[in-house]
């Protein structure tokens, strides 16, 4: 690897004797061990120093910081400027690529956060080399392709400011580039980003309205008293109101939790000229004079979540204490200070940023309104059975594969109520479990939307006539539906295909899996010892025979697609 200013930090995850996780660094700089500016790192776990360089074995997370300045040498930098366009886009890319592969096969399935940076080759006209920009491109796409996590370092100094991160003497005196001040703000960027990878991003933002969405109250000022859309703090709200559509955009359901009169908050949505966001954009709603943590549990029954899926932002510190006190579950925003910076604390905050976009995040808002249409539809149907034969239920089984990758580390990160055995695996892990097993998601449509992806299956071999369900969770947006049956009923169908006839199905109690467990107890399963403890984690195993015909309820409802 060539030489230059490397930082290499490993994350050894907690076991149940040791609760606090250990950070390890090691440099090749002389500014590392025992300095204060690291103590944002602190906060997350206990720190530790390792001899400079040294590569940090875990099988859990690892962070690499890479200065490019240092890291590419001078010929090579002189070379790439004197090649043509397309030669020198082959040579960066070769450069990269022999950088970047022997860390996938160093950390294994382990998470990876790596950043770059160029520290000193800018000028106040711009990057010294003219290459520099075209490298920045092929770095963030070399990382996507080994499947690492970019820290966006370029964005951290844009954002902090050159001259307030970068120290030129000490990137003499220490070979360190940064600042103490940059160190500080370098350590607090990588928690931040670090604690948004372990924690499932938030599903739900839950919005005040007065003095949050508009300047004013509305019960006193009136709709057109507001301050919104007009010039100075009115913008401001309207910036606001444009950040919350951003994460709108990306599959963030938007709530509002407001101590009003409904009438009064919907004239807003319906008649004021100048709002940006509209009632369709709401999928739930708790506007009363109950308390704010009540209406949060409201909310969160109304989208059949819990708590912990729920990212409070409010404007009164009282309000954010209330919740605080009394749903500890929900994440409550301590907004900045200064109103101004309230729509670029918004867009960037980490607890919204899922680690993978997909086509099912664009589909959710169309789909929680959809359940709302079904619910509707089911009080009046003249019962269950008419209810889920008039649905047009439309299910389909697919292969782990690229285009569908992402989608499958989201259901297995993120789904909790119906999740039989919690297992949380990202990407690597699936594509490692699917080489040996067989990774399935399906799809479902019915009459009122199209859902996209909201099943995840796992197969794993035990012997010759022997399979595990490893794991089976489904999207809390298609349950009451019967699809646990249908997906089921397709495994069944898979295994006996390639001669299987005993099914053991793994299972563990979490936070919220009970519905799971509630199916689980309609299945004609016995419990079993665990076929490999040293494999397998799962609380409990169960086991169903594939020999004799297996009825389950609900599949005449069902079109395989």
């Known amino acids: 690897m060539p030489d230059g200013h490397e930082y290499n930090a490993a994350v050894n995850k907690p076991c149940l004797r040791n609760a606090v996780p250990t950070i390890t660094l090691a440099s090749n700089v002389f500014l590392m061990p025992g300095n204060a500016a690291w103590y944002p790192l602190t906060l997350m776990g206990t720190l530790e120093h390792a001899p400079q360089g040294v590569w940090q074995a875990t099988s859990d997370e690892h962070i690499v910081i890479w200065c490019w300045d240092d890291l590419i040498d001078h010929d090579c930098r002189c070379h790439w400027s004197l090649l043509d366009d397309s030669s020198r886009k082959l040579a960066i890319d070769e450069w990269l690529q022999a950088l970047l592969a022997p860390m996938r096969r160093e950390v294994g399935d382990g998470l990876m956060l ?8 800018n000028a106040l006209s711009g990057p010294v080399y003219e290459w520099q920009t075209e490298f920045e491109q092929a770095f963030t796409r070399q990382l996507e392709a080994h499947d690492f996590h970019a820290l966006h370092l370029d964005h951290w100094l844009a954002e902090k400011g050159r001259s307030q991160c970068v120290d030129s003497r ?36 839950v919005l005040d309205c007065d003095n949050t969405l508009w300047g004013g109250v509305i019960g006193e000022e009136g709709l057109h008293g507001l301050k919104l859309g007009q010039d100075g703090v009115g913008k401001l709200f309207q910036a606001f109101q444009r950040a919350a559509d951003y994460w709108y955009q990306r599959g963030v359901l938007l709530a509002l939790c407001s101590k009003n009169h409904p009438d009064d908050v919907w004239q807003v949505f319906e008649h004021h000229a100048a709002m940006c966001l509209g009632r369709a954009h709401i999928a739930a709603s708790a506007i009363s004079w109950e308390s704010k943590s009540a209406g949060l549990v409201h909310i969160a029954q109304q989208l059949n979540l819990g708590l912990d899926a729920l990212l409070f932002w409010d404007d009164s510190p009282t309000e954010r204490a209330e919740v605080r006190a009394n749903c500890p579950q929900v994440e409550v925003v301590e907004p900045p200070t200064e109103i101004w910076s309230w729509p670029d604390a918004l867009l960037t ?32 149907s003249r019962s269950d059975s008419d209810f889920l034969a008039s649905l047009q239920l439309q299910a389909g089984l697919h292969p ?36 040996t097993g067989q990774v399935w998601l399906a799809s479902l449509t019915d009459r009122f939307a199209d859902h996209g992806l909201v099943g995840l299956c796992i197969v794993r071999p035990i012997d010759k006539h022997c399979a595990l369900l490893d794991s089976l969770a489904l999207s809390c947006r298609v349950l009451s539906r019967g699809m646990e049956y249908w997906l089921l009923a397709q495994i069944i169908a898979e295994l006996r295909k390639v001669g299987v006839t005993r099914l053991l199905i793994a299972a563990s109690h979490c936070e919220r899996n009970q519905p799971a467990w509630q199916w689980l107890l309609t299945l004609p399963v016995v419990e079993v010892p665990n076929p490999d403890p040293a494999v397998f984690s799962q ?20 079109h395989h697609v």
């Open 539 to 558: 609380q409990h195993f169960l086991a169903m025979s594939l020999d004799d015909a297996v009825t389950l309820p609900c599949l005449e409802y069902y």
């Open 170 to 205: 000490n990137r003499y005196l220490f070979s360190c580039p940064f600042s103490m001040s940059g160190l500080a703000s370098l350590a607090s960027w990588i928690a931040a980003r670090l604690q948004a990878l372990r924690a499932p991003a938030r599903k739900v933002l």
């Open 349 to 380: 905050h980490p607890s919204l940023r899922s680690r993978t976009l997909t086509r099912e995040d664009v589909l959710r808002q169309h789909s929680y309104q959809a359940l709302k249409e079904s619910e509707a539809w089911r009080q009046q």
């Open 114 to 121: 790596i950043g770059g940076c160029f520290v000193h080759a």
């Open 400 to 435: 782990l594969g690229p285009d569908n990758l992402g989608r499958a580390e989201q259901l297995a990160l993120k789904t909790n109520q119906f999740n039989l055995s919690c297992q949380r695996y990202d990407k690597a892990a699936l594509q490692h479990i699917a080489a």
